[in-house]
């Protein structure tokens, strides 16, 4: 799925850096979230 600069990231739901799950929407509600991914990031590849 490719999404384009300024369009709406999907719900989603990942692991926090302490293990406790977060879901986007949770965020959103407290302050503005900003999406970067970076392709192997730390995969050593």
Same mark, same amino acid.
């Given at each position: 799925?490719?999404?384009?600069?300024? &369009?709406?990231? !999907?719900?989603?739901? =990942? !692991? /926090?850096? #302490?293990?406790? !799950? #977060?879901? #986007? /929407?949770? +965020? =959103?509600? &407290?302050? +503005?979230?900003? =999406?970067?991914? *970076?392709? *192997?990031? *730390?995969?050593?590849?």
């Amino acid at each position: 799925m490719a999404g384009r600069v300024g &369009e709406r990231a !999907p719900e989603f739901r =990942l !692991p /926090s850096t #302490l293990g406790q !799950p #977060l879901a #986007l /929407s949770e +965020i =959103l509600r &407290e302050r +503005i979230a900003v =999406l970067a991914f *970076f392709h *192997f990031a *730390f995969t050593g590849g």
